[in-house]
């Protein structure tokens, strides 16, 4: 059984358009996080929900929305994609504020086209 | 706000050889210190953790991590590497983002290289 399911795994778009990635988590966890991964691997956090509640919105566009409609699910959506949207974006969770750390999901990789 | 340092972007050691990949830290308060590994095209997978206790670590694939507070490092360590052990590695720190709730700061990765 995987921890935290991400999907799509990959996505290639054209600009201007709007998508979505899923993510869900059976670990019984009660935060959840996106991380974006840029061509240089540099992770940056993106947003952070607990318990369906937006607790971490860091300076990113609001083109970038997130949803939580319960615990174990984040997904993200974004729209009119740019080309620098491109990068690999990571969903993770994890008990509380993290303390034991994060489960990482395996990765959306999109592309912008 | 909390910091990690990596100076290496790439660390290059022959199979069977110890293997040592450095990260330094600044963080305000006890640190919570983590490492994780990214396998190509694959998710980032926990290595070990740092949150008190024995300055030695031990963790997954027998990999350790030695925390000196007074050096503010965390460095990653292995005996005896292995050509399957090519990857890379990120160094995380647990501290107050600017809303007050903590996250992970990650450090900028360094590249692995085992040769046979």
């Known amino acids: 059984d995987t921890a935290v399911s991400q999907t799509p795994k990959y996505l290639v778009t054209q600009m201007g358009n709007d998508k979505s990635i899923k993510c869900e988590q059976n670990l019984g966890h009660d935060t959840m996080y996106w991380y974006k991964q840029d061509s240089k691997k540099f992770l940056k956090i993106m947003f952070s929900?607990?318990?369906?509640?937006?607790?971490i919105n860091e300076t990113v566009p609001n083109r970038f929305s997130p949803k939580s409609p319960d615990k174990a699910h984040l997904n993200l959506h974004i729209n009119s994609l740019e080309l620098g949207d491109s990068a690999v974006y990571f969903c993770?969770?994890?008990?509380?504020?993290?303390?034991?750390?994060?489960?990482f999901g395996s990765g959306t990789r999109l592309t912008v086209v | 706000a909390q910091s990690v340092a990596q100076p290496e972007d790439q660390v290059n050691v022959a199979e069977g050889n110890p293997l040592t990949v450095k990260c330094t830290y600044s963080v305000s308060g006890n640190p919570y210190l983590f490492w994780y590994v990214q396998y190509p095209n694959r998710g980032l997978q926990f290595l070990l953790k740092y949150i008190t206790g024995d300055n030695l670590v031990k963790g997954s694939y027998g990999f350790e991590a030695e925390f000196n507070k007074s050096q503010t490092s965390f460095h990653l360590k292995k005996p005896s590497a292995l050509v399957s052990d090519s990857a890379l590695y990120f160094c995380?720190?647990?501290?107050?983002?600017?809303?007050?709730?903590?996250?992970?700061?990650f450090g900028k990765g360094t590249m692995l290289l085992v040769s046979p």
């Open positions: 995380a720190v647990r501290g107050p983002g600017g809303s007050g709730y903590s996250t992970l700061t």
């Open positions: 929900y607990n318990n369906k509640e937006l607790i």
């Open positions: 993770a969770s994890s008990y509380g504020q993290g303390a034991r750390g994060y489960t």
